[in-house]
């Protein structure tokens, strides 16, 4: 609960009124036209449904983003919805910008956090939030806020 997560299985921490108060974000290191057909992610397991962009941030599992989460996990970027776009790698990951129109390199990409729960993208990578937030690496650099 301190970090606002719900610590029960029944009930959301937004049911439990609980509010946020750690934030996984990166930036947009790259954003690539592709085309329909063209495979991208770690391993290519992904191929784009049209013509569209695709972004790149910087974080993988490298950092802590899980490994596991699939395709469609939900990200915000410029606090907009986009999703996963392939595989996590290492130490980025690649993203489907269809819905974020104009996003640029340097775009803030949010992970978990206000507008984002955590305990949704644990859920997606068959885990609890705990673990999630628990496994941030230390390469991550931490920025603490009043």
Same mark, same amino acid.
Request: charged content about 20%; glycine content about 16%.
């Given at each position: 609960m301190l970090y606002g997560s719900s610590p029960l299985a029944d009930q959301s921490a937004q049911q439990l009124d609980l509010q946020p108060v750690m934030t996984l974000e990166s930036r947009l290191i790259a954003v690539n036209r592709h085309r329909r057909g063209e495979? %991208?992610?770690?391993?290519?397991?992904?191929?784009?449904?049209? &013509?569209m962009d695709i972004g790149v941030a910087a974080i993988? /599992?490298?950092d802590g983003y899980p490994?596991?989460?699939?395709?469609?996990?939900?990200?915000?970027?410029?606090?907009?919805?986009?999703?996963?776009?392939?595989?996590?790698?290492m130490d980025m990951i690649t993203i489907d910008l269809r819905e974020v129109p104009g996003a640029t390199?340097?775009?803030? %990409?949010?992970l978990w956090g206000d507008g984002l729960p955590v305990? &949704?993208?644990?859920?997606?990578?068959?885990?609890?939030? /705990?673990?999630?937030l628990c496994g941030i690496s230390a390469r991550v650099p931490r920025v603490y806020r009043d």
């Open positions: 495979a %991208v992610g770690y391993g290519g397991d992904w191929v784009c449904p049209e &013509d993988g /599992y490298g490994r596991q989460l699939p395709s469609g996990t939900p990200l915000l970027v410029n606090g907009k919805r986009a999703m996963l776009a392939g595989r996590v790698s390199v340097g775009d803030r %990409v949010t305990d &949704d993208i644990a859920a997606r990578a068959g885990t609890i939030a /705990y673990e999630l």
